[in-house]
């Protein structure tokens, strides 16, 4: 089985910075794509940033202020995340997929495992 922990989160004020970590189970972590998504009050999940395949893709509002990185020697995926406004505010995800694409990692839909999810807010 493969389950993924996420930690980091926390209340910060706009301008702050934070890094989630999310440990990942299993033996096959190299192979994997992983990525951060996030769920704000009242809104659908979206796509943060993802890695897999040697590159790292971003959603178009956290480019340049937000780091996806693995180590893959500790089976963890961080995210450094800089400049924090309210609107980050959300509940973060980790995910990991067995097989997938870029687009299949933004859309969601090769997402096989999902963590619990950890709690940012950025207050203003």
């Known amino acids: 089985q493969v389950h993924l922990v996420e930690s980091g989160g926390g209340l910060v004020q706009a301008g702050d910075s934070l890094r989630l970590a999310c440990v990942v189970s299993?033996?096959?972590?190299?192979?994997?794509?992983l990525g951060w998504y996030r769920q704000a009050s009242g809104k659908d999940r979206e796509f943060v940033a993802s890695?897999?395949?040697?590159?790292?893709n971003y959603a178009d509002s956290v480019k340049g202020r937000f780091t996806i990185s693995r180590d893959n020697a500790k089976n963890t995926v961080y995210l450094q995340m800089n400049s924090l406004r309210p609107e980050d505010t959300a509940v973060y995800y980790c995910?990991?997929?067995?097989?997938?694409?870029?687009?299949?990692?933004?859309?969601?839909?090769?997402?096989?495992?999902w963590g619990q999810g950890t709690q940012v807010t950025v207050s203003s």
């Open positions: 995910a990991g997929a067995r097989f997938f694409t870029a687009q299949d990692m933004r859309e969601m839909t090769a997402v096989n495992y």
């Open positions: 890695t897999g395949g040697g590159r790292t």
């Open positions: 299993g033996n096959t972590f190299e192979t994997f794509g």
